[in-house]
């Protein structure tokens, strides 16, 4: 309950996402016993996956990258007065988005542990290489860019003491740097105070819609919604598949907005508040967002940022993710899904009738809210180590981020590889030394191949793409 | 990088030179990258390879992407787009400069003091809020979050020379 009303509000504030609110809040629960504290965790997900929805259509601002496409059709629709609708509708799409991409899980997740139980370091290897090369062929922002700005959180994660030999690597004697960058800071200094930033760059006026909710206007919208169910549909496969990929939430629901407006039959009136464009990206954007949690729970790979978030909380909790974590902590696992169940449900009900006060909170001036998300920003940076140099940190990672942002690398690659820049390695290098150092050892095999050829396809995706194209508009000339 | 852009709607950096800028920051990072697996071995030892040797590829790697993002942006930006108006960068810097000051008072005068001042400071500066207001909200934060981190949450955060005046 707490986790869901704090996750939405998360969610709702600018400067405030799913990944750095869980960072923020992460070093709180390290007291809690770790069923708990992922329970929460995931509740603070939610409800920030929740809350995203409630500012795109009041007020235009997309509280969450992913719920940009949420603005097309939802603002126009809260314009013509219609704002109850268009939220019932949003809420109601992301939970069976979300209960979609639960059952996946369920069903699924157990099936790909035991299956990647069978993995050695040559294949585990390859599944970062599979995630991090979709990753340069799935994103919209140039490739070099995104190799860029991912080979640096491998650069990052890399500094400070050397698993393997243990040895301290580009330190360059600085005592700080030690235990190397955490990527806890880095993601509330890129996320939190790079948002922050970029909102006072475009000026704050929050021009906001009133919302009214009452149990009419969320039964009419609730009769009205099955008959999209073939839309609903396309976009929870697009989402788990975007999802499990990790792809992630925001290209999910621009990709399944732009199909619906394709497909539908209305599609011509998409932009001006039609119903359907509202739940095409809303079921979309959950849809993969819970599936992200698939690949973390049983490869080890999280499929976002805040998957990613919850990975570093798993193995601060002295958690192993992986395989493993099905075995060895059952209770854990099935803990944690039965608290998906509950927490969509719970959070649907808080989001309904809790939404005149959510959007109360947004109408509170950026000038107030602002330096407080900076101090909550610092807290939560300083309470990862107890450590003031990691404020510090914080600060350059926030300016670097706003920068960045603003020049189109994605940051998102670059903290997964923060996080996952140690356990690469070590499977790199395992695979190297088992094989005297030949790279041959990733083809090895005919499962360790396929992945790898997989990976290499979706890193010349675009290029591959442009071919076929090509191909097709040469036929088309001859 | 003062190239000032000459269209209407105010002046301000040009995207050009900020992408460039960024291109070649990411490549100093990689050579500081380099250098330092160089220093550490980034061949083949007694147990398999260096500590080096991992970092050392992904700073090439960055280096080389890069060069191509250098090459993208001299051939793709004419100089003409801004990056941001001087005066949206001055709204940016309103917040980056007294966050520095914040973020280096912490050790000096504890969490919680600092941070009512940042607060302070930014309402009545930014916000041009009533001192009243200023004055419950710098106050009220701070010790709220002291309630929630110290006494529910357990969590001990940097305090100063004013926590220790009350004997906290």
Redesign the interface.
């Known amino acids: 309950m707490l986790g869901i009303t704090l996750g939405v509000i998360i969610g709702v504030l600018p400067g405030l996402g799913g990944a750095n609110g869980i960072a923020i809040l992460l070093?709180?629960t390290f007291?809690m016993s770790p069923t708990s504290a992922i329970i929460m965790l995931s509740c603070i997900y939610w409800g920030a996956l929740f809350g995203g929805a409630i500012t795109s259509v009041l007020f235009n601002i997309p509280g969450e990258p992913w719920s940009v496409a949420t603005t097309f059709d939802g603002y126009p629709m809260a314009q013509k007065g219609k704002a109850g609708e268009a939220l019932t509708a949003a809420f109601t799409s992301s939970f069976v988005g979300a209960l979609f991409a639960v059952i996946m899980i369920t069903l699924l997740a157990p099936l790909v542990a035991s299956f990647a139980l069978e993995f050695g370091p040559p294949e585990i290897f390859s599944v970062y290489f599979l995630a991090f090369c979709s990753f340069v062929g799935l994103s919209k922002e140039?490739p070099?860019?995104t190799?860029?700005a991912m080979?640096?959180g491998?650069?990052l994660g890399?500094v400070g003491l050397?698993q393997?030999?243990g040895?301290?690597?580009?330190?360059?004697g600085f005592s700080e740097l030690l235990s190397g960058f955490d990527f806890l800071i880095a993601v509330i200094g890129l996320f939190g105070?790079g948002e922050?930033?970029l909102t006072?760059?475009?000026?704050l006026n929050f021009r906001g819609n009133a919302a009214k909710i009452n149990p009419k206007v969320v039964w009419q919208t609730w009769k009205e919604l099955p008959r999209y169910w073939a839309t609903s549909l396309r976009s929870c496969v697009i989402g788990c598949w975007m999802g499990i990929s990790p792809a992630g939430a925001t290209p999910a629901s621009f990709m399944s907005y732009g199909i619906a407006k394709r497909v539908s039959k209305r599609g011509k009136f998409f932009g001006k508040g039609e119903i359907e464009g509202v739940v095409a990206p809303e079921t979309a954007a959950h849809a993969a967002g819970t599936s992200a949690l698939l690949p973390m729970l049983s490869l080890g790979v999280p499929g976002s940022p805040t998957a990613a978030v919850l990975l570093g909380g798993l193995l601060i909790w002295g958690l192993q993710p992986g395989p493993l974590l099905f075995v060895e902590q059952k209770d854990f696992v099935w803990g944690l899904i039965a608290s998906m169940y509950l927490g969509n449900v719970v959070g649907l009900i808080i989001v309904l009738t809790c939404v005149p006060f959510f959007a109360a909170i947004l109408r509170v001036?950026?000038?107030?809210i602002?330096?407080?998300i900076?101090?909550m920003c610092?807290?939560g940076a300083?309470?990862v180590h107890?450590n003031?140099f990691d404020?510090?940190m914080?600060?350059v990672f926030?300016?670097a981020g706003?920068?960045?942002k603003?020049?189109n690398?994605p940051l998102a690659p670059m903290v997964l590889a923060i996080v996952l820049g140690d356990k690469a390695?070590e499977a790199?290098?395992?695979s190297?030394?088992a094989s005297q150092?030949g790279l041959g050892v990733f083809f090895s095999t005919k499962l360790v191949s396929t992945i790898m050829v997989l990976g290499l396809i979706a890193l010349f995706w675009p290029l591959i793409q442009e071919f076929f194209s090509r191909l097709r508009s040469s036929r088309v000339a001859t | 990088m003062s190239e000032s852009s000459n269209s209407a709607g105010g002046a301000g950096p040009s995207?050009r030179s900020?992408?460039i800028g960024?291109?070649l920051a990411?490549a100093l990072?990689?050579l500081?990258?380099i250098i330092?697996?160089l220093?550490?071995g980034i061949g083949?030892?007694a147990?398999?390879?260096?500590?080096?040797?991992?970092?050392f590829y992904?700073?090439v790697?960055?280096l080389i992407?890069?060069a191509?993002?250098l090459v993208?942006a001299l051939r793709e930006f004419t100089g003409r787009e801004l990056?941001?108006e001087w005066g949206?960068?001055r709204?940016?810097m309103?917040?980056?400069i007294p966050?520095?000051i914040?973020?280096?008072a912490?050790?000096v005068l504890g969490?919680y003091v600092s941070?009512g001042l940042?607060?302070g400071v930014?309402?009545k500066w930014?916000?041009?809020?009533s001192w009243m207001l200023v004055l419950a909200?710098s106050v009220g934060?701070p010790v709220l979050?002291y309630v929630m981190?110290e006494r529910w949450?357990?969590?001990?955060?940097?305090k100063g020379p004013l926590e220790d005046w009350l004997g906290l």
């Not at chain 1, 001036?365 to 107030?368: E, S």
């Open positions: 070093p709180l007291s140039p070099f860019k190799v860029a080979m640096i491998f650069a890399a050397d393997m030999t040895q301290l690597r580009l330190t360059f105070i922050i930033l006072m760059e475009e000026g001036p950026f000038g107030i602002g330096p407080i900076l101090v610092a807290i300083y309470t107890n003031t404020v510090v914080m600060l926030g300016v706003y920068v960045l603003k020049t690398y390695e790199f290098r395992q190297l030394l150092g | 995207h900020v992408e960024v291109a990411l990072l990689a500081i990258g330092g697996s220093k550490v083949w030892g147990e398999g390879p260096k500590a080096g040797f991992f970092p992904i700073s790697i960055v992407s890069c191509v993002n993208t990056f941001a949206q960068l709204q940016v309103s917040v980056v966050t520095t914040y973020v280096f912490v050790p969490m941070s940042l607060i930014f309402m930014i916000g041009r809020y909200i934060v979050t981190f949450f357990l969590v001990p955060l940097p």
